[in-house]
């Protein structure tokens, strides 16, 4: 399959538990923030979004948390399944009314068995 | 389900070579966007389209140019093949307005040798 990326930091997790995977951002003027899920040989996959006024958000199975005083956001899900397995990676807008966004590199998420 | 269309998979271009990627979508998404994705990098913006035959540039334009004559599709024109745009292209359509969810094909790779 396709590779998105060499030696990215790997999280392992056992098939059931949560998940957690961090992102740290870079720049004060973002006020929206992405996370995408890339599984081997597609395209990335919307996940969750969220706006700087709020500090969480939850979907189904997955909330993000913002924490602006230290830039830094999470991706956290819950009862982890194999077809969790991918590379996660977060998002940023490069401050607000721009189509521009600064993407991370990625997590990837090994889900064991 | 918004599909997002990239013709090729895999191309393999020779130095100096006019390449053209082209992508589609189903959705009748105003914004149109272009990436290329590195090992080590982020996605990076290559060039984008709010609308018809309008466009933008991205973080990196240089060595590409754009083409958007119908709604529906975006092409990206390397117009002359240089070995360091060997990558991943992945092309994304979202509905107008900034901070819309982007729906991304299944990229192509592209080897210039």
């Known amino acids: 399959g396709e590779s998105v990326g060499l030696h990215l930091p790997t999280l392992s997790v056992q098939e059931g538990d949560n998940s957690i995977i961090n992102c740290a951002y870079s720049n004060s003027a973002s006020d929206y923030f992405i996370w995408y899920k890339q599984e081997s040989g597609k395209g990335p996959q919307f996940i969750i979004d969220?706006?700087?006024?709020?500090d969480k958000r939850q979907g189904q199975r997955v909330t993000v948390l913002l924490n602006k005083t230290v830039k830094h956001l999470s991706l956290q899900i819950a009862a982890t399944q194999p077809g969790d397995s991918a590379v996660y990676f977060c998002a940023e807008n490069q401050g607000s009314g721009t189509y521009k966004y600064i993407f991370g590199t990625g997590t990837r998420l090994k889900v064991l068995a | 389900d918004v599909k997002v269309t990239q013709s090729s998979r895999y191309l393999v271009k020779r130095t100096g070579e006019k390449v053209f990627l082209e992508c589609v979508q189903d959705m009748d998404h105003e914004n149109m966007f272009w990436y290329r994705q590195d090992p080590g990098l982020g996605l990076r913006l290559i060039y984008f389209s709010y609308d018809v035959k309008m466009k933008e540039k991205g973080d990196i334009p240089e060595g590409y140019s754009v083409s958007r004559e119908k709604k529906e599709r975006f092409s990206l024109i390397l117009e002359s093949a240089s070995t360091n745009q060997t990558s991943m292209y992945l092309c994304a359509s979202s509905f107008a307005g900034f901070n819309t969810e982007a729906f991304f094909g299944q990229g192509t790779r592209l080897t210039v040798v």
């Open positions: 969220i706006r700087s006024n709020m």
